[in-house]
């Protein structure tokens, strides 16, 4: 009896031990949560934060987001910011979206509403327009995001498809 109890406890041990190995106890984490914040009364944001890699390793925050404001109007806007010194966005010209099919976007520059003032915005961030184009992205395909710099070089970003779907999501809110 004693010999039989000591081998179920063995087993057991065992078996909690894989089951806790395969991290069946762990459930997937979910790779960004979309945040609603009231900004004012009756105004809403909702909006997603992603830090995505260009081709020089450099870290990019994008963030999308949703405003409702209390009269009921909308927009949807992607908004890059990168390391101050990294480099310097051409706002003259707009962000290009390319899917991995070729088929290529353009987003309308709108970071004139994002700075207080207006005759020094920081070179490290750009805001754009989504709202005509993200209905237009399909959200299993994969994007390459194409910013220009003042040196006339681009900041080039890979944004994988599940972050497109998330921003779909965002624009969807109500």
């Known amino acids: ?72 109007s909308t927009s949807v806007a992607l908004r890059l910011v990168g390391f101050p010194g990294v480099a310097a966005i051409d706002r003259s010209q707009p962000l290009t979206l390319t899917d991995s099919l070729g088929k290529t976007l353009t987003a309308a520059d709108d970071s004139g509403q994002i700075f207080t003032d207006a005759a020094a915005p920081e070179p490290n961030v750009g805001q754009y327009d989504l709202q005509p184009i993200l209905p237009q992205l399909q959200a299993e395909i994969p994007l390459r995001l194409t910013l220009p710099t003042m040196d006339g070089d681009t900041i080039v970003l890979k944004v994988p498809s599940a972050l497109i779907a998330e921003w779909q999501t965002v624009a969807s809110q109500t």
């Open 1 to 72: 009896m004693k010999k039989a109890f000591s081998w179920l406890l063995w087993l057991a041990a065992l078996i909690l031990g894989i089951w806790l190995g395969l991290g069946l106890f762990n459930p997937p984490s979910a790779a960004a949560a979309i945040r609603q914040l009231e900004e004012a009364p009756g105004q809403v944001v909702y909006q997603s934060r992603q830090t995505l890699k260009d081709q020089h390793g450099n870290s990019w925050q994008a963030i999308a987001f949703k405003r409702i404001l209390s009269d009921g």
